[in-house]
């Protein structure tokens, strides 16, 4: 005779519907982990005896309140962060755009509507990167943002910096970039952006954004928000060409585990009297870049292989990176800044420049701010500052028409100064040293 389900039914706890026996088995072998709470959770049917074991030694894990870090949303996928909540965060950052411009209703029931005064919701720009969980959990973000009546324009799937560019041209109200950056591959997120391509890390803004996902969001209006799509790359692309310029030959080897990446550095170098080596590496978490690293192993035997003038190893967020010398070893991140902004400094003389506080001393005439993304694009921007410059985290920021983080930029502003002389990078990250000690 054949078997049939027990009818004994199931409920997660934090969810509203019940679920099948099969259901819990299933998200108990998968470690979801809203079971370390569940009364259910010692009901493992015909789990194997290992994955029971397993699941012992991580029921006392912590599980986390919020999953907010401090440049935007982090979790894993499914099992913390899927569609549904995804598009709880959307509505968050909806609800908040309504809130600062909210819509204006009639003086009277019978009073005739001016079609003049009739206001268009927030523009907010969306994409993704390439994880395959992305495209799910952008779909779950469009639908919210259309729900909440904001004007959706899809970017689809490019890197942050493309879609930072997006959002300042598109002159959006905000800007949802769906990404898992700085985690390893199973965790996929939320960055947000606000008018004028500025991020939204940690602080009052992102907290709101939280704290409305968690509660009800009524629709602002009835009628959906428009969607249409945008090539955000080609003007994208055009307006970084214009800073590959008046270069030398030189040989460059740069490592990603971005293929768009790969593809636009490809491009870019077509048309150039440079030479790139391109390597793509592995997608991983990885905090700053170490001495015996894989990928700075691997990164370093093609610049010493090829011999090359320098190596550049960006992370998957594609506005993070590491620079290798000609002998393929790693300059600090404090000396590319000193290096960059003393190049920016000779191209805008007496312009301001912003370093994170955490070295402003060491460089004399700087304006301090926080670490934080925000805090960097804000301060630059009310300073009108050329250059910011990082401490550690391998991230600079060139005055660009909104203050821009990219690491192809960046590479064609070490390019640049590269070719203003014949000097190996180690002699002229030399001679800033001895400039410094003087």
């Known amino acids: 005779m054949p078997t049939t389900e027990p009818t004994t039914k199931y409920q997660c706890p934090g969810e509203r519907g019940l679920i099948s026996q099969s ?69 968050g950052l909806a609800g908040l755009l309504w809130r600062s411009s909210p819509l204006k209703a009639r003086e009277g029931l019978h009073a005739p509507m001016d079609i003049s005064s009739v206001r268009l919701g927030p523009m907010v720009v969306v994409g993704f990167d390439e994880r395959p969980s992305s495209p799910d959990i952008a779909v779950g973000v469009v639908r919210a943002l259309r729900t909440m009546s904001c004007r959706v324009i899809d970017v689809g799937q490019v890197t942050r910096p493309c879609f930072s560019f997006a959002v300042n041209h598109m002159q959006a109200t905000a800007g949802v970039f769906v990404t898992g950056a700085g985690c390893s591959p199973v965790w996929t997120g939320l960055d947000f952006e606000s008018a004028g391509a500025v991020p939204i890390s940690t602080g009052t803004t992102l907290n709101e954004i939280e704290q409305l996902a968690d509660g009800p969001n009524p629709r602002p209006s009835r009628q959906a928000g428009q969607l249409r799509a945008f090539h955000a790359a080609l003007p994208y692309e055009a307006a970084l060409g214009k800073h590959f310029h008046a270069l030398r030959p030189l040989k460059v080897v740069c490592g990603c585990c971005s293929d768009l990446v790969g593809d636009l550095l490809t491009r870019t170098f077509e048309k150039l009297p440079c030479e790139l080596f391109f390597t793509k590496t592995s997608l991983r978490q990885r905090g700053s870049l170490a001495a015996g690293d894989a990928d700075h192993k691997l990164l370093a035997d093609e610049v010493r292989l090829h011999r090359a003038h320098l190596g550049l190893l960006i992370e998957d967020d594609a506005r993070t ?35 994170e506080e955490s070295v402003a001393a060491q460089v004399p005439g700087a304006i301090s701010c926080d670490a934080t993304s925000e805090s960097m694009s804000r301060t630059m921007t009310d300073n009108s500052a050329v250059y910011g410059g990082s401490a550690v985290s391998g991230r600079y920021w060139f005055r660009e028409s909104a203050p821009t983080c990219d690491a192809v930029l960046t590479l064609a502003r070490l390019l640049q100064l590269l070719s203003r002389s014949d000097a190996e990078f180690s002699r002229v990250v030399e001679s800033l040293e001895r400039s410094a000690a003087g």
């Not at 809203?34 to 029971?52: F, Y």
């Not at 300059?331 to 191209?347: E, G, H, N």
């Open 321 to 355: 990176c590491h620079v290798l010398d000609e002998r393929g070893e790693i300059i600090a991140p404090l000396d590319i800044t000193r290096l960059l902004l003393r190049y920016m400094q000779t191209q805008h003389p007496g312009e301001p420049v912003v370093v």
């Open 23 to 91: 259901v819990h088995l299933a998200r108990l072998s998968a470690f979801y982990p809203a079971c370390r709470e569940c009364v259910h959770r010692h009901d493992t049917g015909q789990i194997p005896p290992r994955t029971v074991v397993h699941l012992k030694e991580t029921e006392n894990r912590i599980h986390r309140d919020s999953l907010l870090t401090d440049e935007g949303v982090r979790g894993i996928y499914l099992n913390e962060l899927n569609r549904e909540r995804a598009a709880a965060y959307a509505a």
